[in-house]
């Protein structure tokens, strides 16, 4: 389903369509955000080097980490960073995104500013501007592919830093901007979901067409105190976890996904849920600790029960008694039905209750009523 | 010190071995989180120590908004560590931010803060110093020095996180967790929580206050791969016991 994901962002916007846009949400319960933004960031790297992406270029926002540090991990994961600057290039808004380091420059409190390697990124040093970051973020994808038809796609790796200093509005329109951009193919950025109030969440994932989140995979475990008793289990845990994908269709329809996921030396890797698993998670069946569910065997002696008053088509008269009693019979139990007391009969077989309308005028009980589809 | 004790929270960081490999924290954040009930000034104490013992080619820059210089010259003392003559060799440059108040909603204040601790970093490359620790004691306080501008105590944060990458600092920050505890989502202590590649969260125990044990101490070390392709324990949890000359760490239930 991860390939799924990364098969969207690579087949990119149909003429006339927005960018298709993916949110990956996480939390601190399943903080492994990063690692599929990274993973995402890889597999698309990887389609616009052999031609396979709609895509000539990518353009890497960077809030939260180096651009140096993106061009080791790509090359870690086999990317040809030597070619970089035919495919990348990375708005710095990491190093100095307020301009703190320019303002003391200037003010003489420091001499010399750090050198980070220039591998094909330039700086932002106001990311409170949103209509500057928007014009970075083009003039940077059409130094990479040109003024044609040829698109590029954008990787924003958090925006949460931008939702620190402009409004929840301001970055919307960021985003929309950049999706109806004629060059751009497709976006995808990471959310902290626990940062932000929901409807952050909501308003940036109704501006998705694929949102794509990240949850523990034992619910259970939430806000466990760690100790020794219970040390391995949250260990195990914690690295592992559920990815939880909605695509949005063009036509409306909603298709939801999962898929297990593993974090080991900083690497994710994914596994398709289980046949049944993935009947469990798609059940609406609340996880409690009784069982709400039938197994084949259960559900066989279930249509074996004879229901009352069903029609069982054997064609003997069922005569359910209603209440009312026949002439006959009350003549029979006269001293009984005087007193109107309850009367049983003797019978050491069985038992049974007899009950005596104290008047044969009055109305049967509403649920004594005879239904027509009953055998009444 | 017991040698053996010290050994679970220094393999819980990966400091194994003391004095004689590199200090293998570099580039890293760590946070401290703790509480009113458990204090994890020890922990801060323990790795100014750790830091100053390693390759003498080592510095820490202390902010100290806790405490004064003198506080912390006591408690090292005793744990065998002379921050005086430290502090004569150029290999701890302590701030005193006791009095610090930041005007004007503490960015500029902020804003100068990081530029007088860069300028010290850069310098320090300058002469060849690998490994510079930046030690902040501790987070609310800075909060409080910036009137409440947790935005602005987080971008201050920012520019001390670049600090690690470009010039491979190691930064330790502490915080209170418990003074966010009535809020619904307090942006400093979340922003730190993801911000740290190891955190430490000191608890008191789940069945109260003990004699002999005086807290527990959970270590999330999320650098999982060591160089060598071992994947060391990730969640580490043990007990302690805060003694005169030193702090004791036990496995649980293994205290005699």
Redesign the interface.
């Known amino acids: 389903m991860a390939e799924s994901i990364c098969r969207a962002l690579r087949d990119g916007a149909l003429e006339g369509e927005h960018a298709p846009a993916l949110t990956i949400r996480d939390s ?1 319960a399943s ?1 492994f955000g990063f690692d599929v933004f990274t993973h995402v960031l890889t597999q698309l790297s990887s389609n616009i080097l052999a031609g396979k992406s709609q895509s000539g270029g990518l353009v890497l926002v960077a809030f939260t ?2 651009p ?2 993106y061009m080791r991990l790509l090359k870690m994961r086999g990317i040809d960073v030597a070619s970089s600057r035919k495919w990348i290039q990375i708005l710095d808004c ?5 301009g ?2 320019d ?2 420059v200037d ?1 003489g ?4 500013l ?1 050198k ?1 390697a220039s591998t094909g990124e330039s700086s932002c040093k106001n990311i409170k501007d949103m209509a500057k970051l928007f014009t970075s973020i083009i003039e940077l994808g059409k130094g990479l592919v040109g003024q044609g038809k040829v698109r590029f796609c954008v990787a924003i790796d958090t925006v ?2 931008i939702l ?2 402009a409004s929840i509005s301001s970055v919307s329109r960021l985003i929309s901007n950049l999706r109806s951009n004629d060059q751009v193919s497709s976006i995808f950025w990471l959310l ?1 979901s ?4 929901d409807r952050v969440a909501a308003v940036l994932g109704y501006m998705s067409s694929i949102v794509a989140s990240i949850e523990r995979l034992n619910q259970s475990a939430n806000g466990q ?4 008793e219970n ?1 391995s289990l ?2 195990r845990n ?2 592992n976890g559920k990815l939880h994908v909605r695509f949005k269709r063009r036509n409306g329809r909603v298709r939801v996904m999962q898929e297990e996921f593993h974090v ?3 690497v994710i890797s994914f596994t398709t849920l289980s046949p049944g698993d993935e009947l469990i998670n798609r059940s609406l069946m609340p996880k409690v600790q009784f069982s709400l569910q039938l197994s084949e065997k259960e559900q066989n002696d279930r249509a074996k029960v004879v229901l009352p008053f069903e029609h069982q088509g054997n064609g003997k008269p069922i005569k359910i008694y209603d209440g009312r009693r026949s002439l006959e019979d009350s003549q029979d139990e006269a001293t009984s039905v005087s007193t109107g007391a309850l009367e049983t009969v003797d019978n050491s077989s069985k038992g049974e209750i007899i009950y005596l309308r104290d008047s044969d005028d009055e109305r049967p009980d509403s649920d004594e009523d005879p239904d027509d589809d009953l055998d009444i | 010190m017991n040698q053996r004790a010290s050994n679970l929270l220094d393999e819980a960081l990966g400091l194994v071995d003391e004095g004689t490999n590199p200090w293998t924290l570099s580039g890293r954040v760590l946070l401290i989180e703790d509480c009113v009930e458990t204090s994890a000034a020890f922990l801060l104490h323990h790795l100014l120590k750790r830091a100053l013992s390693t390759l003498s080619s080592n510095v820490v820059v202390f902010l100290a908004l806790s405490q004064p210089f003198s506080h912390y010259d006591r408690v090292l003392r005793k744990l065998g560590c002379n921050l005086a003559a430290q502090k004569e060799n150029k290999r701890l440059l302590f701030l005193d931010m006791l009095t610090s108040e930041f005007p004007d909603g503490g960015e500029s204040g902020l804003v100068a803060l990081y530029g007088k601790i860069e300028k010290v970093v850069s310098a320090l490359i300058e002469e060849n110093k690998k490994s510079i620790t930046i030690i902040i004691d501790d987070l609310s306080l800075l909060e409080v020095a910036a009137n409440g501008a947790s935005n602005h105590v987080l971008d201050f944060l920012h520019y001390c996180h670049t600090l690690t990458s470009v010039f491979g600092c190691t930064l330790v920050a502490l915080n209170h967790e418990d003074i966010y505890s009535s809020m619904e989502k307090p942006a400093l202590i979340l922003h730190l929580e993801y911000l740290a590649d190891i955190l430490m969260k000191t608890e008191p125990l789940a069945t109260g206050l003990a004699t002999d044990v005086h807290g527990q101490l959970t270590v999330l070390n999320k650098e999982t791969w060591d160089g060598q392709g071992r994947s060391r324990n990730r969640i580490f949890n043990f007990h302690f016991r805060i003694k005169e000359n030193g702090v004791e760490y036990f496995s649980p239930g293994s205290r005699a």
């Open positions: 601190l903080p980490r180096s140096s540090f990491y190093t100095d995104p307020l703190w380091k303002r003391l003010s409190n420091i001499t010399s750090s980070e949460d830093e620190r200093h902290h626990d940062l932000h109030e105190i760690c100790n020794s040390l949250l260990e914690y690295w080991e030396q900083s």
